[in-house]
C-alpha cells in the first residue's frame, strides 16, 4: 500500500499512530532505479518505509539548477506503486510536500553544519551545499524519526556527511549505505543523466573508465598519483582523489579499501561518480 501525504501535519499525525520502526528513503524525486534499490531494500527491512519526495532549495547555488531541476511526481508515485505491489504486507508512505514551508516553516532559522569533512571537494566547489542538506536531513530526521536511513554511496562525501552528523548529534538512527547502480556502459543512474545529449553521454564514459584504470593501478601496487595530476590538466575534471573509504580520511597510508572520487564535467551537467578499491 502507498500512501501520499503532502503537509507536514498529516506527516506529524500519521509517525505518531504508527506502532513500528520505519526505514526511510530521503530523495528529490525525479526516481531513477538508484532510488528504487533503496526503497527495496527499506522493504526487505520494514513494514513501513517513509520516503520523501522534495526539492530542497537549501541546498542549490545561486547558480545551479532549482528552477529547472525536474518534478515527476506522478511517474515517481508509480514507480513505487509498482515496487509496493512486491511488498504486500508492507506500507509506503510518499511524503511530498507541496511547498518549501511544509519542511522549513516560517521563522524556522536552524542551519546544520558538519565541519572538516565538508571543506572540500563538493563543499568546496558548490558552497553551503551540504550545509542545506545537513539541515533538511536533520528535519526530516526529526518528523520521521526512523531507524534506519538509506542513502546511495554515489555522493560518498554526503553519506559521510550524514553519518558525522548522526554521531555529533546523538541520533539514534543507523545509515546504510547502498551500492552505486549502473547503466550497461557503467554511467552512474542520476537525475541530471537527462540532460546529457547522445554524443555527451558516450563521451561521459570517460569517467568510469578512468576510475577503472585507476583502480587496476592500486590493484597491481603502481602509485596512480602521477597519472591522476596529469589527468587533473583538463579543466573537464572538477576533481579526482584518493580517499580512504571508512574513514574519509585523505591518509591513505593504511587504509584496507580506498575509494576513487570524480566529477567531471560534460557540457552544463556535473557527472559525480567514486568507485571502491580493496587494498591487498
Known sequence: MVTLIQTTQELVEKRTADRFDAGFVPTMGNLHQGHISLLKQALK???IVYFSIFVNPKQFGQNEDFALYPRTLENDINLIEQVAKDFPKSQVVVYAPKDPTEVFPEGMNHTISVLGITADLEGQIRPGHFDGMATVVWRLFDLIKPRT????????????????????????IKIQGMPII????????????????????????????????IKKMIITGKDPRGFIQEL?????????????TESFSKDITQSKNISILAVYQMGKTRLLDNMQVEVQ
Open 45 to 47: 527491512d520494514f513494514p
Open 232 to 244: 587533473l590538466n583538463d579543466p573537464q575534471w572538477n576533481y579526482l582523489e584518493l580517499r580512504d
Open 149 to 172: 536511513a538509506y542513502f546511495g554511496l554515489k555522493d560518498l562525501q554526503q553519506y559521510h556527511v550524514v553519518k558525522q552528523m548522526v554521531k555529533d548529534l546523538a541520533l539514534p
Open 182 to 213: 549502473r547503466e550497461d556502459s557503467g554511467l552512474a543512474l542520476s537525475s541530471r543523466n537527462q540532460y546529457l545529449t547522445p554524443e555527451q553521454k558516450a563521451g561521459s564514459l570517460i569517467l568510469f573508465n578512468t576510475l577503472n584504470e
